[in-house]
């Protein structure tokens, strides 16, 4: 059987960080959910902090570094996807929302999607419905339906006992492999077919009109 891949992204700053901590605790909640089903799966874990430089640059110039462009490739390829933001100002960081902007509008369609985030305080929980929530609907991404909030006092002990941390990845990371076992294996994209970067269906004509303007 052939192992399903997840791709997780942390946009965590720091190193430690209780972002990329998260990341971890999902992922590895989600993989053994998944063993339980009788699937087998395998992570690839990505800090965006380590792309910050390629992802300014692709913004800029319109083409990803190689780093950034193989980053990119396993995360689309993947066959869900484990995205953790921390969250400034009431919504997600700028870091992850530049990531965000150099995929493909197209690329997450139907992809299953844990969106977790992490901040100082419990007041900024709601971010994941009103600010993350839609960035995933606007890509047509299937996000589950529970995303998993953490605040510094969940890490402490001193975090929500009505519904601890421990149990909200549980859920977040069981209604994932649920979505992962509902969908057949994502197939492995060969980065040479044109159809990898210039989209089903186009040809080099549709790039070189792009590129002029057309």
Request: no cysteine; charged share 20%.
């Amino acid at each position: 059987m052939t192992a399903r891949r997840i791709a997780v992204v942390s946009a965590g700053l720091s190193n430690p960080s209780s972002t990329r901590m998260l990341a971890d605790r999902l992922a590895s909640a989600t993989v053994t959910r998944l063993a339980a089903l009788g699937i087998e799966a395998e992570t690839d874990v990505f800090e965006l902090r380590d792309y910050a430089h390629d992802i300014t640059n692709n913004l800029l110039t319109g083409f990803a570094p190689p780093a950034l462009d193989s980053m990119v490739n396993a995360v689309v390829s993947a066959d869900a996807l484990i995205a953790v933001t921390p969250i400034f100002s009431t919504s997600y960081s700028g870091l992850f929302k530049s990531f965000i902007d150099v995929l493909d509008p197209d690329a997450l369609t139907g992809k299953p999607v844990l969106i977790g985030a992490n901040a100082g305080t419990p007041r900024h929980s709601l971010a994941i419905d009103y600010a993350i929530r839609p960035l995933f609907a606007y890509l047509h991404a299937d996000a589950v339906s529970t995303g998993v909030f953490a605040a510094s006092a969940d890490w402490g002990g001193s975090g929500d006992h009505v519904a601890p941390l421990a149990e909200r990845i549980e859920k977040g990371a069981g209604e994932l492999a649920a979505a992962i076992s509902r969908h057949a294996p994502a197939a492995a994209s060969d980065p040479y077919d044109p159809d990898s970067y210039l989209g089903e269906g186009r040809s080099f004509d549709h790039l070189l009109g792009g590129l002029a303007g057309e």
